[in-house]
């Protein structure tokens, strides 16, 4: 199957369950009035946008225009750097926000308990759906050799938001063992701003991730990926056999686009020379059949 179709297919899947999930956390949400509801439901409805963008993306990516003649790959990368950037500014104000609400409580003792009644059954079915759509864009983009930075950053945002979910969850569980006239009874008050910051805490890292991953890609670096990477250089030794080790092979992806550079480290030998200009064609055709959208350059 075309490595775009799948892609597709899964972003379509996202864009509906992600859909599902954001209504019900901002539900949640105005029931309880729990920020790190409010972070929780944002973030899905965040990821719902971002997909619906992504399946734009993956439909006109690969359609070619004066200004971009060898088309528009560069929108994948640019989709993760922009999704990153959203989620850490929304981790970042969700916690000044729960921060100002415990600062109000400690200083001017102002505030109302939490209200934790629908919380725990809501983030069981959330963490068991985006869990499961993490887990299931991961596997699609192993079927396309993870060639698609756009599933990559869905995958991780899945995760982040079944995280969310299931912090909001034990939380909410251990808060039910404090009694609200106890010593730790300011939690019912403040566990809001605890929650999401522990939460912000272990979050930060994916999206940090993505952006480095991202913006290298669409900076045009050499390809991040080993299995890409691999798959190359499998294809020369299978044509070249020992003598692929006479070549530099620099290869750079842009989205789900894939252009292999080849500079020969021995110039000087004219057989490999002829070899290379004889089976270029085929070279070609064994990467066309791993990628959908690559181009070739030999310089001798």
Do not use: W
């Not at 985006?130 to 887990?135: E, K, N, S």
């Amino acid at each position: 199957m075309n490595r775009k179709i799948i892609e597709r297919q899964s972003l379509i899947v996202s864009v509906a369950v992600n859909f599902i999930i954001g209504i019900s956390g901002l539900l949640i949400y105005i029931v309880t009035n729990l920020n790190a509801l409010l972070l929780d439901g944002v973030f899905s409805l965040i990821a719902f946008v971002s997909s619906l963008a992504a399946l734009f993306i993956s439909r006109n990516s690969h359609r070619t225009t004066e200004s971009f003649p060898n088309g528009m790959y560069f929108l994948e990368p640019l989709y993760g750097i922009l999704k990153s950037i959203a989620t850490l500014l929304l981790l970042i104000i969700t916690l000044l926000e729960t921060s100002a609400s415990a600062y109000a409580y400690f200083i001017h003792n102002e505030g109302q308990a939490m209200v934790t009644g629908p919380v725990l059954p809501y983030t069981i079915a959330m963490v068991i759906l985006c869990f499961g759509l993490g887990t299931y864009n991961s596997a699609q983009n192993k079927k396309i050799n993870n060639m698609s930075t756009m599933l990559a950053a869905e995958s991780r945002g899945n995760y982040i938001d079944g995280l969310i979910s299931a912090g909001v969850g034990v939380a909410i569980i251990a808060l039910s063992l404090v009694d609200i006239n106890g010593p730790l009874g300011f939690l019912h008050y403040t566990g809001d701003f605890f929650i999401t910051l522990v939460l912000v805490a272990i979050s930060l890292k994916d999206p940090l991730t993505v952006l480095s991953y991202s913006f290298k890609e669409f900076a045009r670096s050499t390809v991040q990926s080993d299995d890409i990477y691999d798959t190359v250089l499998e294809i020369f030794h299978q044509v070249l056999n020992s003598q692929a080790d006479k070549l530099d092979i620099l290869i750079f992806k842009q989205g789900m686009y894939i252009k292999v550079k080849i500079h020969i480290l021995t110039p000087e030998d004219l057989q490999l020379v002829d070899t290379l200009a004889s089976k270029k064609s085929e070279f070609a055709d064994l990467l066309a059949q791993e990628f959908d959208h690559c181009s070739l350059e030999f310089s001798f």
